[in-house]
DNA sequence: TTGACATATTCTGATATAGGAATATATCGT
DNA sequence: ACGATATATTCCTATATCAGAATATGTCAA
């Protein structure tokens, strides 16, 4: 019987090498935003957006808040730091 | 009929998200290595290490030279520099 | 040439995850 | 209370990819 693998505990790394998640991280550059702005901007359907948003937050890399019916998303840099950090070992 | 999805261009991001596969990039810091050096420090099984560091050469992180019936890979830190670009705009 | 060594590839089965569609939940305005 | 709006979740299916095992390929040494 084939080996389970390691419990999924998605990484700062594993969540920014999907586009998407860049984009929006990019996005949020620009300061808070509204779910709705970034599904507009991204082109994206809105569940895809929530869903990127999701694992986002998970490795922390993005914090919500709500106002009225709206979540407002900002960018966490601070949880982009371990991959800052490594690679910063290989620049030339 | 569900949609297909983008085809799979493997792109330094998705390379370094398998953490293996940073350990590896790590080794190669200290200089050439064969493969052998690598399949020992990472207590990995020999195919499962061929086949990260066929990743890594799909993007351009290593480079390989064949020695006699060793095959000794590099580093190659300049494929990583899309990385270090996209996280630089995250700094504090 | 034969066998040992070094590495790569292929096959298989399990798992993670993306997107689409549908639906659920919460909040606002009237 | 009702409909509209904003967002999240769930279900489904396709695909990517990991690990393990087995095998293939190539090179050296005796």
Do not use: C
């Not at 620009?30 to 901007?41: H, I, S």
């Not at 957006?49 to 709206?70: C, F, N, P, T």
Request: proline fraction near 5%; glycine fraction near 6%.
């Amino acid at each position: 019987m084939p080996m389970a693998r390691a419990a999924t505990t998605a990484d700062a790394f594993n969540a920014i090498a999907e586009p998407r998640r860049r984009q929006i991280l990019d996005l949020l550059t620009g300061g808070e935003r509204p779910v709705n702005d970034l599904v507009l901007e991204l082109g994206l359907a809105q569940p895809q957006v929530s869903k990127h948003l999701r694992v986002l937050r998970a490795v922390g890399a993005v914090e919500m808040r709500e106002a009225g019916r709206q979540r407002l998303y900002r960018l966490n840099g601070e949880a982009l730091k371990p991959i800052h950090d490594w690679v910063k070992n290989y620049e030339r």
